[in-house]
């Protein structure tokens, strides 16, 4: 593609990359080192459900990468959540919402329970003869706790704790106790549902209260000191229901990562508990000292890892993703190979700039396979991410969604700006967007937009923008107030926060977000914007009736609307996210390449 002369947007690949190919992928998820540390089992299943059901595949591989991973499960099932027995010689794991346990000596899983509602979590207990258990009383209403006797197959309840919905269950190393996470109502609502953090005896099923965690608590951590055992998780930074998460020590709920510019994103059992950190576009992993309750640099990684697990010997496995290169399990070494292969993946460049008020930012800038910037001005989409307290690492980008590697293997340049608001510079800058979303992140985009024109990368002729959940308001909010982008795409959005706040799961999270002056509905008749307009029927996060809203608003202008049948806020279906992928690029492919003078 020439300077001045782009031609037709058509794949610039060695092998074509097809809607179909992205949502028939696997991706790994969910490692789990042994606790001797010489296995890794971890989950395979492909981006797009045919029908209603995951199918997903749990595999096993030497930590050491000295073998190719072994299929253990068929995937003809929604298989998740391995966890080993202490002695390593067993796996357990949920298929299709049931215990069951895998021995590494071979033969099909062994079915450990049969309860009406279904198992949501589990964590096996340190003496290796019971499992505590996540599961509603009956097929519906909230989820208890209880112990399951391995020997006997018995399911007992466990502790005292009334009416309150059990989140998360981790057994401390000694075996004597469960610390309990809680919430006073099955329905997720912040500020509403009441966090609760509980210590449950095991012989006794005594219940101790140890007081109220901040929101969004999870992640629970045990750890030793002297001669105490002290309790971590993540959580939200008080006071408010906007801003960054940090790390919370028990007794007393004090925050270990105040002040700190990169964002904890997970917290991993161990001796020393390693978290997870977002720190800008890239990830690092950190360690808990228990004597002093500060942190220690162990691995700095380009790019994303996620699923930190540890062994007892401190060996850990995670999913690794940097640039180009698809997602691969990694412990020692690689694990799995990055797939799928005969792609030729478009290249990826980091970016670092200042906001108008010199707030520093980053983001990421794709350009078509076998391109360069000498290469431009290319169409420009730009994509903003959900959250809005998300990020875009340095990872791979491909997705069911509108997507930097499926755009750009059309010819397009993307952008993923990492606006204020998001994950992976502390708390102040995600607290910054509380009450004013649209504000000065949506100068943080333009800015970002402008040197890319100003550099010769971007055509500021064909621009597009586009995004789901956040990204989709973003969308909405932008054409709502400029006539620069040619093309957009809404995916999920938020139109009228007032009533988002109303009707949404979130509420007072939504209403802390956004107000009637931040909602594109306020300003939609001054859209002249075409707009592609894709929902899920059944989205309980951002319901229909806000697309609705938009779509009535344009009347006769420039828009098409579509609604996925039974899909919620992420669209899972197979044939719904190919048709999300091929709509959304042909959408932008028909505005962003009008025919220009030579």
């Known amino acids: 593609m020439g300077r001045g002369n782009p031609g037709r947007l058509e794949p610039v690949t060695e092998g074509e990359l097809t809607a179909q190919k992205v949502v028939d992928r696997e991706v790994p998820t969910e490692p789990r080192i042994s606790p001797d540390g010489r296995w890794v089992a971890y989950v395979t299943s492909p981006v797009g459900r045919v029908g209603r059901r995951r199918s997903s595949t749990l595999w096993l591989a030497r930590a050491d990468g000295s073998e190719p991973p072994r299929r253990v499960t068929p995937g003809t099932a929604d298989d998740s959540s391995p966890r080993w027995a202490p002695d390593s010689g067993s796996v357990f794991l949920l298929s299709d919402a049931q215990l069951h346990r895998l021995d590494l000596t071979g033969g099909a899983a062994e079915r450990l329970t049969d309860l009406p509602g279904g198992v949501t979590a589990f964590a096996p207990l340190p003496d290796g003869t019971e499992v505590a258990l996540i599961a509603p009383a009956a097929e519906a209403g909230p989820d208890r706790l209880w112990l399951l006797d391995l020997p006997t197959r018995e399911v007992r309840p466990a502790g005292d704790l009334g009416d309150r919905h059990v989140r998360e269950v981790a057994p401390r190393p000694d075996g004597q106790a469960l610390a309990v996470l809680t919430w ?203 959250g809005p307290y998300d990020r875009y690492a340095d990872r791979f980008h491909l997705g069911w969604y509108p997507c930097a590697q499926w755009l750009a293997a059309a010819g397009f340049a993307v952008f993923h700006p990492n606006a204020r608001g998001g994950l992976g510079h502390g708390h102040a800058f995600a607290l910054s967007v509380a009450g004013d979303v ?123 609307f579509v609604v996925y049948p039974r899909e919620n806020h992420s669209i899972r279906e197979r044939d719904h996210q190919i048709d999300v992928l091929d709509r959304s690029r042909e959408w932008f492919s028909r505005w962003l390449t009008p025919a220009r003078p030579a």
């Not at 909602?519 to 309980?540: Q, Y």
Request: with cysteine; hydrophobic share 40%.
């Open 184 to 386: 006073a109502t099955a329905d997720r609502d912040p500020g509403l549902f009441e966090p609760g953090l509980h210590l449950v005896d095991v012989a006794t099923g005594s219940t101790e209260d140890l007081g109220t965690p901040a929101i969004e608590a999870a992640d629970l951590v045990w750890w030793r000191h002297e001669t105490a055992w002290q309790l971590g998780y993540l959580g939200l930074t008080p006071p408010g229901l906007i801003g960054g998460n940090a790390v919370f020590a028990v007794p007393g709920h004090r925050n270990l990562t105040e002040g700190f510019t990169s964002c904890p994103v997970e917290f991993a059992q161990a001796a020393g508990p390693l978290a997870v950190f977002a720190d800008g576009l890239d990830t690092v992993i950190r360690r808990l000292d228990p004597a002093t309750g500060t942190f220690a640099d162990v691995e700095r990684a380009r790019g994303a890892l996620s699923g930190l697990t540890v062994s007892d010997e401190g060996t850990y496995a995670v999913v690794a993703s940097v640039g180009s290169e698809p997602e691969e399990v990694r412990a020692r070494r690689r694990i799995t190979q990055a797939g799928p292969g005969g792609i030729r993946w478009a290249g990826q460049e980091r970016l670092a700039y200042r906001a108008e008020d010199g707030t520093e930012l980053d983001g990421l800038l794709v350009l078509p396979p076998g391109t360069t910037r000498a290469d431009g001005p290319f169409p420009l989409v730009t994509l903003v991410h959900g």
């Open 438 to 560: 649209g504000g000065a992140e949506f100068t943080d985009v333009l800015t970002g937009i402008d040197l890319l024109v100003a550099e010769g990368v971007a055509d500021e002729d064909r621009l597009g923008i586009g995004g789901w959940s956040h990204g989709g308001f973003f969308a909405a909010w932008a054409v709502a107030h400029t006539d620069r982008f040619k093309a957009a795409v809404v995916g999920a959005g938020v139109i009228d926060w007032p009533l988002l706040a109303a009707t949404g799961e979130h509420t007072r999270f939504e209403a802390a977000l956004g107000g009637k002056q931040q909602s594109p509905i306020t300003f939609a008749d001054r859209i002249r914007t075409p707009v592609l307009i894709l929902h899920g029927e059944c989205d309980t996060n951002v319901p229909l009736s806000q697309a609705e809203l938009l779509h009535d608003a344009l009347g006769d202008r420039e828009h098409e």
